[in-house]
């Protein structure tokens, strides 16, 4: 166990750690030759203590048998080393990232034949390109006001990233609707962020509720009340006769008697979710 805690320790701090040196080579700043050695000799340390502890697991549950297929084992020694924070979060910018190239080809992600999609990014569609255009702003700004040549190449790239992770967030939301499927089923998302599926004999009712709620994208009240807040709005209140898991943008999970979200046409999604029957 001490070895597993201090894999996960580590793997949380090389990954800002990496990061942190990539944007500075990718900047072009010349670190002296014995910081990138030391850094360079503690990561592959990281590395080789990662591979160890993995190894160790994936062999502990290769041997235990009882249909523990390598992808399983595999899958198993992941999460117990890595932090769920940690994979979480990779794999959102992963999807993010993977959206830019669906958004530029205009599909979408997880709407079939006969399924309605339902976009909700219109409250937030403005802030998202005004956050744009003061990004561009600011790294046309800083790159006039800093005389440091190196200060000056960190600070763009960053600068670029941060741009290229508001695009692909944006992204994600367009290309990732909420679905209202033939069957009466509804899937609730928030770009590669949130994900809730809810089948159609869960729904008990559904209506058009604009509601403006204060708190994050993600607020769950004491009496089960799940707020999906977008643009400081919510339009769409869905009734459900049980109680239903959802997992929250870092993992943590919780359970929803009601969810109120947002969609930009709320009267659409409402007729398409009635036209099914509840409970059938």
Known sequence: MTRIRAARIAVTAVVPAELTLVVCLAAGVRLPGWALAATEAVLVGVLLLEARVLFGLYAAERARGAGT??????????????????????????????????????????VRPGDLAAAYTGPQTAMMYGMVFVSVIETVA????????????????????????????HAACVTRPHVVGPDGSLRIRYGALFDLAVPADAVDSVRVDRRYPDGRLVTLSEDGVLDLIVGSQTSVTVELNRPLPFTRPLGATGEARTVRFHADDPRALVTALRRQPAGS
């Open 142 to 169: 800083l790159a006039v006001l800093i005389p440091w040549p190196a200060v000056h190449r960190v600070v763009l790239v960053l600068d670029v990233y941060g741009i290229l992770l508001v695009l692909a967030l």
């Open 69 to 110: 297929g390598r992808r399983a084992a595999a899958r198993a020694a992941v999460r117990a080393v890595v932090p769920v924070q940690v994979r979480r979060l990779l794999l959102h910018e992963l999807r993010a990232t993977a959206s830019l190239g669906r958004w530029a080809v205009r599909r979408k992600h997880g």
